[in-house]
């Protein structure tokens, strides 16, 4: 599954050389995988002598999946298939995003949009600014410590009946990145994400590093000196929202750039990625311009990449979440894995 999402729709040929299997192998792996409902079987592969053989790629219509990226007044939604293609989008404003308010929110959208599904609904992902877990420190610019219990998803979990995912915005927007966007031919890179403030995702040997409760990269909680306000108050692009004119963009990137540099070059030092990769919600252009300036502001050549996986970023890595056991070769989620057709069986 991860070769052909990686690589595009594949002969058994190409499977059996790109997995070091013999033909026998590959042959009964993607027997099995065909009539479970994970990849089909396209036109046939024409290269060197003989017959041709099929071609296969991963099947769009074996499943489906919600992604919910929360934020202060609003939640961003998106509908994914299996081939990690959206679907369907939208947003709707919310006056309280704290579990209490937000989970029946959550769980009555999510039965809306699943009776119009393509596929059975894998499971949902559900994002929002962190911190997570227990609170080391105090949560930073406009944060609140809303999703620091012991599982604060559950009750969207017993509503849906499904595979509920809980993830912090930037660790998603760095999801989507390695599956969709600038970093999919990385292992290792970092993720610069401006949603409610500024927070980091960590992509390291091909998988999403998280830490122990959630909360690696929450660089919007630092202070670089004592006194200073938090990275979050300094360099966040919430105000942009309401003024995205080309005034406002120079006067945050001069505002911002200062701070990051010192934050980015540390962080260099310590993760070593081959990009830095700036996504979020911006103004069109605003990621390119502030790439510009931390190069020239002194971050590592060959400098920070604006991110490619799409305007609703996060929203896509929450979708993202109950695939990526089935969609890469990396996951550590340790959730089982059932097939199209086993969930076509559920109730």
Known sequence: MD???????????????????????????VDTLVGDGWITTLGPERSGRGKPGARYAVNPGGAASIGYELARDRVH????DLAGALRDS???????????AILPRLAAQTAQLRRQLFAPLAGVGVVAPGPFGPLRRAAGFGRAAAWSGPDP??????????PVYLDNDANAAALAEALFGAGARMSD?????????????????????RGAYG???EIGLMRLTEGDAPLDAVASAAALRDDGGDAAIAAWIGRATPPLVQVLSLLEDIFDPERIIVTGDLPAGAAER??????????????????????????????????????????????????????????
């Open 153 to 162: 998803i559950a009750p969207l979990r017993a509503a849906l009946d499904v």
């Open 215 to 217: 909360n690696a990269g």
């Open 3 to 29: 070769i052909l999402r990686a690589q595009g729709p594949m002969g058994r040929r190409g499977l059996a050389g790109a997995l070091g299997v013999t033909p026998q192998t590959i042959g009964n792996l």
């Open 290 to 347: 502030l790439c510009a300036a931390l190069l020239a502001g002194g971050v590592a050549r060959p400098g920070p990449i604006a991110g490619t996986a799409g305007p609703l970023t996060a929203a896509t890595g929450a979708a993202a979440l109950p695939l990526f056991d089935v969609l890469t070769a990396r996951s550590e989620t340790g959730d089982t894995v059932y097939s199209p057709a086993q969930m076509n069986e559920m109730p």
């Open 189 to 209: 890179f970092l993720t610069l994400y401006f949603g409610e403030g500024v927070g980091l995702g960590i992509v390291a040997g091909g998988r999403p590093l």
């Open 90 to 100: 939208g947003q709707f404003a919310v006056a309280d995003a704290a579990p209490a």
């Open 77 to 80: 939604w998106v509908v994914m």
